[in-house]
């Protein structure tokens, strides 16, 4: 008997958002498996915050569709929601709220959370709950909205950009806490143009450039494909010209 095939975590058929002037995401077509870390990654303006808000329905396509674990994106956004762990690139404004405040907030939209899990999310990254938003560091909001997104535990984690703002002994609990969650069973989607943060967690990666997806390959292939250097793997495809740097066979 034929064993049946695992729905995608993440899907997308021929998905596409048209800013105009040759800006946005087009004919997007990706599948990410569940319980896999996928790095996606390109420069900024390259399209992955698009990709990002189109999966988490907070903007409607031009054209195509996009499925959660086989539910639609727009369809069953709400549904979609209870599955995710969102971390914007930027968060909301929480003003002076508490960081306890904020996260009994946010628990509560989603009919309350372990605080065992919020304790230890909080102390693994040493941020005090009873300070107000306003107050906290830049490194400490992205703190906040890395326990936020972690909280419930949820099976998929979309991650835009989550680094930013976090020193480098963070940096590495981050990286810690992204294998720990994959273990657990769970799916990670991390935007970023970073190549160290793709090299010490991502599976796979997809490399996107003028809101086309350029290539899809796990890091050992990309590695094996004859280059030295996997910087300069990257930096081929970021490219404006394929002439400015070289290219990696097909």
């Known amino acids: 008997m034929l064993r049946e095939m695992a729905v995608p975590a993440i899907r997308t058929a021929k998905l596409s958002k048209d800013y105009g002037g040759g800006r946005g995401l087009f004919e997007l077509d990706l599948e990410v498996s569940p319980q896999e870390v996928f790095g996606y990654l390109g420069p900024n303006g390259a399209g992955k915050t698009t990709t990002i808000r189109l999966l988490m329905d907070m903007i409607r396509p031009t054209a195509g569709a996009a499925y959660v674990f086989g539910l639609d994106c727009r369809r069953d956004s709400i549904a979609v929601k209870r599955r995710v762990g969102y971390l914007p690139g930027d968060l909301p404004q929480f003003g002076s709220l508490r960081g306890r405040e904020v996260v009994a907030y946010l628990a509560g939209m989603r009919g ?15 941020l005090d709950l009873s300070r107000r938003f306003r107050e ?17 535990r ?27 969650t994959r273990d657990g069973g769970a799916t990670v989607f991390l935007s970023s143009h970073i190549l160290s ?54």
Not at 154 to 180: A, I, K, S
Not at 227 to 250: I, M
């Open 112 to 126: 309350g959370v372990d605080s065992r899990v919020v304790r230890a999310l909080a102390e693994r990254f040493d």
């Open 136 to 152: 906290y560091s830049s490194g400490n909001k992205q703190k906040l909205g890395i326990l936020l997104a972690f909280m419930h």
């Open 154 to 180: 949820p099976e998929l984690l979309v991650l835009d950009e989550p680094t930013g703002g976090l020193d480098p002994l963070n940096q590495q609990e981050f990286y810690q806490l992204l294998r720990e």
């Open 197 to 250: 943060e793709v090299e010490h967690v991502c599976d796979r990666v997809g490399i996107l450039r003028a809101g086309r997806l350029v290539r899809v390959a796990k890091l050992n292939e990309l590695r094996a494909s004859g280059e030295t250097n996997l910087e300069e793997v990257f930096l081929s495809y970021y490219s404006e010209t394929d002439q400015t740097h070289k290219a990696l066979p097909e």
